[in-house]
């Protein structure tokens, strides 16, 4: 990553004159340079620490909205004393050659612990970066020190970007709840949340729950007992619920929506104590699908982010009608035009803010007005570790009266805080220590207070008022990676969301079932996307040739993605007359759901590969059947298995044949009864599938 800020080098940037010298003569010249200051005024700050008590914090104050510079108002509690030897004096008699070295160190150490410690007592980001630089002097210098030398490197750091905006918070410095059930067992891996009056609101494993927010007890865990109240075996109005994904009513009056995967939207009313269906996925019915990846409220209307159709909808429609956006289709558009198509969450205070799954934030009201980029919350750190990690920015959230925007980043691990009017770096909340922030799924802010919901807990911090203070005292942590155990477990005892899934996976080395190198960039093409055409929710990945830049035409070979067992191949296969396909299609629109028989003839021509222990891959809609390929015989990884079709399908059926595409789908757990992505966003199993595979996505 590209790295503009000066802070973030300090050898380089602090002493480019000295580039040519060698290191010894460096830290001569730095080390005289100390020794006069030393003469000047080190005595005078080591008699004045004298008067400080042993044990005092360090402290500064700064702003969570204020602007980035500067980060600190005052100082407000006295300075640690330097604890350090006195002045070497004059000798009459030279010093033995073998004590020179540690004596010279000694005054080194003194010298980097005087520039320490009046940075941070003054809030000098340039004392703290010279005392960086000596120190990575002195680990050339006396590499017999370098443990010492690095814990002050580490210490220093961690006050220096402290300074700049990051803050590395532990589990000692929040509220943690860990969620469960009205069982006592804990929640899996909860998705979406809403805090809602003094409730709060989450979904996980397709169920809605809920309980009374409580209070905030910090560097303790509490657990959290919530109650089911929106199941996917409820009926409403007639419509089976499905997996709900998305809960938002922070900003209605009366009551809060859902958004299950079929794009069906149900809303709770808080005077009647009743559900009902607000939007039917049934009335937008065209090609391609309007496909709602996730919801927001604002002025108590309900906006829909559509990335199949490129569009945010309004629900109720205002006087301005339904659509927000003045966009059209992603390949009839301009181009710069309107692109949501890439969007992952949005926020609204007015204007509309977009998240995209590659960092960017969109600011439209309706026109674009303004582009932000988490990169620009980067480059403001230490943290060499941690800031090779890639970013995953998973979801967006601001308050209607403040300025701050909010961006929760999984693969690093924080919470960013941006200026809403420009997109510049105010904050950033960094949890390096604790891995299950590597699953955090959602973010809401209330009353100062930043609720994370990450793996299966909760967690509450308090942010720093304008004028309060910030320990500078602290090192830089460690970046601690979550090994999931998974020698006791298969695919086969686990829900499809439970974290170590991924773990489990990768065992298997699968790959694509094509020649292709990418997966494609549509959510509409991923597991969990809905398919209006037969009212249901997809189940697997389709690969079109557009997308994958490699023959996807009828016939082309389809491979399978691991070695296994044959358990089921189509040699025989009838296809469907339009009459029984239409009658198929016409039983589920009247159910409101796809019934698993339906689903199972609609993928037409079909090879099923077991792979063992809980994974089993289906592959449909093929034309025809590899030579060999019966149940019960062995394949190999990459072996041909059949051929790109359209069988099972309303088009094929048709006699149109012009989008062949293959359905590859991943089925894990007892008997084979989830699909990989049940129970997670859309977000959550492409990055799942990303790593499986080890791709790129194909962008647009």
Known sequence: MQNNDSS?????????????????????????????????????????????????????????????TPLFVQTTILPTPIRASPSPSVEEHPVPTATAPARTVSLFEQIVNSYYQSGIEQGDKEKLELSLT????????????????NHLWRTTAFALDALQGSLYLQDKDMGRFLLSNEQGEALVQPIDMS?????????????????????????????????????????????????IVAVDGQNLIG?????????????????????????SQASELSRPDPHFLNIATYADRLYLLDTSRNQIWRYPPSELGAAYLNSDLLWLQP???????????LAVDGSVFVLKRTGEIDQYAPDLINTFSLD???????????????????????TSDDIPLFIADSGRRRVVVLDRRDGSFIRQFIFADNPEFNRLNAIVVRNDVVYMLAGNHLYAYAMPQKD???????????LHVQDWS??????????????????????????????????????????????????????????????????????????????????????????????????????AHARHFTPPDTLDKLGGRQVWIDHGNGLITKYEHLNGIADGVVVSAEVEKGQAIGYVGLSGTPDGIEGNFSFPHLHFEMRIGPDHQYYLGQWLTIEDTRRILEALFATELKER
């Open 376 to 398: 620009g919350a980067s480059g403001r750190t230490h943290f060499r570790e941690w800031e090779q990690t890639p970013a995953r920015p998973i979801d967006i959230f601001l």
């Open 134 to 149: 000596l120190l990575a002097e002195a680990k050339t210098f006396a590499p017999e020190d370098a443990e010492k030398w």
């Open 335 to 345: 181009e710069n035009g309107p692109n949501v198509t890439s969007g992952i969450g």
């Open 8 to 68: 973030k080098e300090p050898l380089q940037s602090m002493m480019p004159q000295t580039s040519s010298l060698p290191r010894r003569n460096v830290f001569i010249l730095l080390l005289g340079v100390g020794m006069t200051l030393l003469a000047g005024g080190l005595g005078f700050m080591l008699g004045r620490h004298a008067f400080v008590p042993n044990g005092a914090s360090v402290q500064a104050t700064v702003g969570y909205v204020m602007p980035p």
């Open 195 to 243: 805090i809602i009056g003094n409730d709060l609101y989450v979904i996980d494993s397709g169920t809605l729950y809920s309980v009374t927010l409580p209070g905030i007890t910090t560097g303790m865990e509490q657990n959290l007992v919530m109650t089911a109240i929106l199941t996917p075996t409820a009926t409403i109005d007639g419509f089976p619920v499905k997996e």
């Open 486 to 587: 998974v020698d006791a477990v298969t695919l086969q005892d686990i829900p499809p969301n439970d974290p170590r899934v991924p773990a489990l996976l990768a065992g298997y080395q699968l790959t694509i079932p094509n020649s292709g190198k990418v997966l494609p960039d549509q959510f509409v093409l991923y597991p969990g996307a809905r398919r209006a055409y037969r009212y249901g929710v997809h189940q697997g990945i389709d690969f079109y040739e557009q997308d994958q830049d490699v023959r996807m035409e009828i016939g082309a070979p389809v491979l399978a993605a691991g070695d296994g067992v044959i358990i089921r191949a189509d040699i025989d296969y009838h296809e469907m007359s339009l009459d029984e396909v239409n009658a198929l299609l016409a039983d």
């Open 255 to 279: 009551g809060f929506y859902v958004l299950d995967k079929s794009n069906d939207i149900f809303f709770w009313d808080f005077i009647d104590r009743t559900w009902s269906l607000h939007r």
């Open 468 to 478: 309060a203070s910030i320990n500078l005292q602290g090192v830089l942590p460690p």
